[in-house]
């Protein structure tokens, strides 16, 4: 069965950090690109980072550039969404996603369940 699981959310104060993570299961996860999205409510669900198979491309929303870093860990089938200097607009669940290539273009073919990140002001 193919599944991501995301954790790591929390209730945070504004410039606070936080590590979300997505364990992967049921695909050969080394070889495909995965990301990131958020949703707020009220908006449309949002691309925030991805990563290519192997870790040598990313790109990110120009809202969280500079402040969040997407990594992966392709032995232990997890990607991660390190985020630092949060902001009160960052508030969201984020969704981990897997890209139906491998690299990060192109549409998700699979969604975890999502993680609540609340930041404070």
């Known amino acids: 069965q193919v599944r991501l699981v995301e954790s790591g959310g929390g209730l945070v104060q504004a410039g606070d950090s936080l590590r979300l993570s997505c364990v992967a299961s049921?695909?050969?996860?080394?070889?495909?690109?995965m990301g990131w999205f958020r949703q707020s409510p009220g908006k449309d669900r949002e691309f925030v980072a991805g990563?290519?198979?192997?870790?040598?491309?990313?790109n990110y929303a120009d809202s969280v550039k500079g402040r969040f870093t997407i990594s992966r860990d392709n032995a232990k089938n997890t990607v991660f969404l390190q985020m630092n200097s949060v902001k009160p607009e960052d508030t969201a669940v984020y969704y981990c996603?897997?890209?139906?290539?491998?690299?990060?273009?192109?549409?998700?073919?699979?969604w975890g369940q999502g993680t609540q990140v609340t930041v404070s002001s």
């Open positions: 996603g897997k890209y139906h290539t491998s690299n990060e273009f192109g549409p998700i073919d699979v």
């Open positions: 049921g695909f050969r996860f080394e070889i495909y690109a």
């Open positions: 990563v290519s198979w192997n870790s040598g491309s990313t």
